[in-house]
């Protein structure tokens, strides 16, 4: 990494809305409305300012990421990346999820986070292999960081103990 900086990855099994970093990141919808799943974890966490900011901020292509206030989260911001519904991947998914990761840290590193936490973008309901998405994910921060001058720490934050384990592997720990 330029300077020496070092940055650390992890993964974690935990609630993301719990985490105490900086910045998380909501598997969000292109309407940025509440959903299941994170999203909705997330919106009932933060409570009514999030839908009103999300409102105001508007649509959010697939492959894009918009930054919010976090309100009532114990993290400072929430970046709302729209992962890409899996479709065979023939259909830019690999790139579009890549996306979504490297603009959310480039997102979390103009507002001047020192960390972020991420959940397993587009695996729920989009219906993206885990596997594959986690593979993606990981390639996608370390590629990233390695061209940074500060420090980020990645959390990766899984729901159930499978999808911790994949992150683990990928990451080699």
Not at 20 to 33: M, P
Not at 116 to 144: E, H, L
Not at 152 to 165: L, Q, Y
Request: aromatic share 6%; glycine share 12%; hydrophobic share 45%.
């Amino acid at each position: 990494m330029p300077g020496g900086i070092r940055s650390d990855m992890q993964a974690v099994q935990a609630d993301i809305t719990t985490l105490s970093v900086d910045a998380i990141v909501n598997a969000a919808n292109e309407r940025l409305a509440p959903g299941g799943g994170v999203c909705g974890a997330i919106h009932r966490a933060a409570g009514p300012g999030l839908a009103t900011a999300c409102a105001e901020a508007g649509r959010c292509p697939t492959g894009e990421a918009r930054l919010t206030a976090g309100f009532d989260l114990p993290a400072k911001y929430i970046i709302h990346a729209v992962g890409p519904v899996w479709h065979g991947g023939r259909s830019g998914e690999p790139e579009l999820l890549a996306a979504c990761y490297r603009l959310s840290l480039d997102l979390a590193a103009q507002a001047g986070c020192g960390s972020i936490a991420f959940p397993a973008i587009s695996t729920g309901i989009f219906g993206y292999p885990a596997p594959a998405a986690t593979k993606i994910a990981v390639q996608t921060c370390r590629a990233w960081l390695s061209g940074q001058d500060r420090r980020m720490d990645v959390t990766f934050c899984c729901f159930d103990a499978a999808t911790a384990s994949l992150y683990r592997t990928e990451l080699n720990l």
